[in-house]
């Protein structure tokens, strides 16, 4: 029986897949099975895995494409290992990873998930140019990849996914009570972190670089953005409604941009609740700039205490919070991260 149970799935990852398998059978740590579940894949990705000898390689493949979700679900099921740990099939896993992971694991019985922190990569010309390219280096990785106390790195992860699924080891146990949604072919990993964090499992993020991600003009954050929110909606639903339910007061949403516009519509629509102001820190009172015929106001020119809060800024969001909370107001209580 292996200690460790290496979960990948692939969808046409011919391109990248025997890379990401290497470093994995590169690993330090040789107590490991690989478990690969090739969903649907319409190019050589197949032919290539069967290429490869090693007996801790294990290849089951789904006859269409189901999602990563379905895939990941799938893949749980055959793995024996003590702990499961993911990989993405176009990733790089640094050689020290899953030995890194295990001993912290083994040493924290209270701990019931890592991650790590990552190096984000391209090796196109046309992302490496890109504002999202850029977004990820300078803005992102920043905060993904900084010392979290348990504390934070649970509240944060209410606000948006700091933690990496590709990056990710966790207990084996845990999968008796959580998997990932199939209704979902993008933010599945956040559901699945999302819950866990819920119920108090608890979350640390080893501060050490055990992966690179690479970013490629495919990645379907990428191009699924509207999707991706509109998951992000169906995750908090029940926590919006209880902070829409609980605080009487009007709403503000902070943030003017196509996220505020997109949180504006959802409340709207399914809470029938209507926001009163739009807050933007760029905005001038002469501006008397409107969204969603709402007025846009600068945050100079609002009473906090008067409103509880949305906020809507994905980037944002840190210096928000803080300014909020140097106000006095609190996390879930007074104002409510989106993502």
């Known amino acids: 029986m292996r200690t460790i149970s290496v979960l990948m799935t692939v969808y046409n990852g011919e391109k990248y897949v025997i890379d990401a398998i290497q470093s994995i059978l590169n690993q330090t740590f040789q107590d490991f099975e690989l478990i690969i579940v090739d969903d649907g894949s319409t190019d050589q990705t197949v032919n290539l895995i069967r290429g490869i000898s090693d007996e801790r390689i294990s290849l089951h493949t789904l006859p269409r494409n189901m999602g990563v979700g379905y895939a990941n679900n799938y893949a749980v099921q055959f ?34 998930i890592v991650d790590s922190f990552v190096n984000f990569f391209t090796e196109s010309k046309i992302v490496e140019k890109s504002q ?30 700091n933690i990496v699924h590709s990056a990710v ?65 169906k995750i908090k639903k029940n926590d919006i409604s209880t902070f829409i339910r609980e605080n009487e007061k009007p709403i503000a949403i902070w943030g003017a941009s196509n996220l505020g516009k997109l949180t504006c519509n959802y409340i709207r629509n399914n809470f029938n609740v209507q926001p009163i102001v739009f807050i933007d820190s760029n905005i001038k009172k002469e501006d008397g700039r409107q969204l969603q015929n709402i007025n846009i106001v600068n945050p100079n020119e609002i ?37």
């Open 132 to 161: 999202r390219y850029k977004d990820y280096k300078e803005i992102y990785s920043s905060h993904i990849n900084k010392y979290y106390d348990y504390k934070t790195l649970q509240k944060e992860l209410f606000w948006y996914c």
């Open 79 to 112: 793995a024996v290992g003590k702990y499961l740990a993911k990989m993405d099939a176009d990733d790089i896993s640094y050689p020290e990873r899953l030995a890194t992971q295990f001993e912290f694991l083994e040493k924290n019985a209270q701990v019931g």
């Open 303 to 339: 009473e906090f205490h008067e409103y509880k809060f949305f906020v809507a800024s994905s980037y944002g969001k840190f210096q928000i919070a803080e300014q909020l909370e140097q106000k006095g107001l609190k996390n879930i209580k007074d104002y409510f991260v989106v993502f």
């Open 169 to 233: 080891m966790y207990r084996r146990e845990l999968t008796k009570f959580f998997n990932y949604p199939l209704d979902m072919k993008i933010c599945e990993d956040y559901s699945f972190f999302y819950r866990m964090n819920q119920k108090g499992i608890i979350f640390h993020k080893i501060p050490s670089f055990l992966l690179s991600v690479r970013l490629s003009e495919n990645s379907i954050t990428a191009t699924k953005t509207e999707e991706m929110l509109k998951n992000v909606f």
